[in-house]
């Protein structure tokens, strides 16, 4: 989910797909293939790019293609995360400061053992299956609904595939938080799970899958 205030700088909603298409991307894809997934034309979407990368929100590569010239790839910079950051991160980063400031140095990392918690009971409530499978198949929407990009894949293992890190933001200062989070999805479905992170540019792909 974007940031209201950048809309207006992005501009139009063509743009917002294309940001979402390759947010959700492995690794960035050419203008023929947006073009394919949006149904726009190959033009219209080579204007936009071009005038994003511009912008700095999108950076270019080439991949060597089967035959003929290499092939120009698209894929999201890190300014790019911005227009899906958190609004109220700096709240959230103020308490965190505020709170070790009134109860000393390991109150940020109890305030967030308790939102994790908080956040399992919530989904727990929420999910009402009974194979691991389907709990992480039921996980997996809610995650996309709140805003991870999440989406299930179904084999063996099945997997859930997120592209939006939530907490990407605090990460710096709480690098905890990654572990908390995969704490907290191993107990809403059930079982140990395993948590695959990758960044690259502008790209975030979380792969989870059973243990």
Same mark, same amino acid.
């Given at each position: 989910?974007?940031?209201?205030?950048?809309?207006? #700088?992005?501009?139009?909603?063509?743009?917002?797909?294309?940001?979402?298409?390759?947010?959700?991307?492995?690794?960035g894809m050419a203008?023929?293939?947006?073009?394919?997934?949006?149904?726009?034309?190959?033009?219209?979407?080579?204007?936009?790019?071009?005038?994003?990368?511009?912008?700095?929100?999108?950076?270019?590569?080439?991949?060597?293609?089967?035959?003929?010239?290499?092939?120009?790839?698209?894929?999201?910079?890190?300014?790019?995360?911005?227009?899906?950051? #958190?609004?109220?991160?700096?709240?959230?980063?103020?308490? +965190?400061?505020?709170s070790k400031t +009134?109860?000393g140095p390991t109150?940020?990392?109890?305030?967030?053992? !308790?939102?994790?918690?908080? !956040?399992?009971?919530?989904?727990?409530?929420?999910?009402?299956?009974?194979?691991?499978?389907?709990?992480?198949?039921?996980?997996? +929407? !809610?995650?996309?609904?709140?805003?991870?990009?999440?989406?299930?894949?179904?084999?063996?293992?099945?997997?859930?595939?997120?592209?939006?890190?939530?907490?990407?933001?605090?990460?710096?200062?709480?690098?905890?938080?990654?572990?908390? #989070?995969?704490?907290?999805?191993?107990?809403?479905?059930?079982?140990?799970?395993?948590?695959?992170?990758?960044?690259?540019?502008?790209?975030?792909?979380?792969?989870?899958?059973?243990?």
């Amino acid at each position: 989910m974007m940031k209201r205030r950048i809309v207006h #700088e992005i501009g139009k909603s063509q743009r917002l797909s294309i940001l979402e298409l390759l947010k959700r991307s492995a690794n960035g894809m050419a203008v023929a293939d947006i073009a394919l997934s949006l149904s726009m034309s190959y033009m219209g979407i080579k204007a936009h790019c071009i005038e994003m990368h511009q912008q700095g929100y999108l950076e270019t590569w080439r991949q060597p293609g089967m035959r003929g010239r290499p092939l120009m790839y698209y894929r999201l910079t890190e300014k790019a995360h911005e227009l899906f950051a #958190e609004e109220n991160y700096q709240l959230v980063s103020s308490l +965190l400061q505020v709170s070790k400031t +009134l109860f000393g140095p390991t109150a940020p990392l109890k305030l967030l053992m !308790l939102h994790f918690r908080s !956040l399992a009971t919530n989904y727990q409530e929420r999910i009402k299956k009974e194979s691991v499978m389907e709990r992480a198949r039921a996980l997996s +929407l !809610l995650r996309e609904a709140d805003g991870s990009m999440s989406q299930f894949e179904e084999g063996t293992p099945w997997k859930i595939i997120e592209s939006h890190d939530l907490y990407q933001n605090l990460l710096t200062d709480y690098p905890e938080v990654e572990a908390l #989070e995969r704490q907290m999805i191993s107990d809403v479905i059930g079982v140990p799970v395993r948590r695959d992170i990758t960044r690259v540019a502008g790209l975030y792909r979380a792969v989870i899958t059973p243990e």
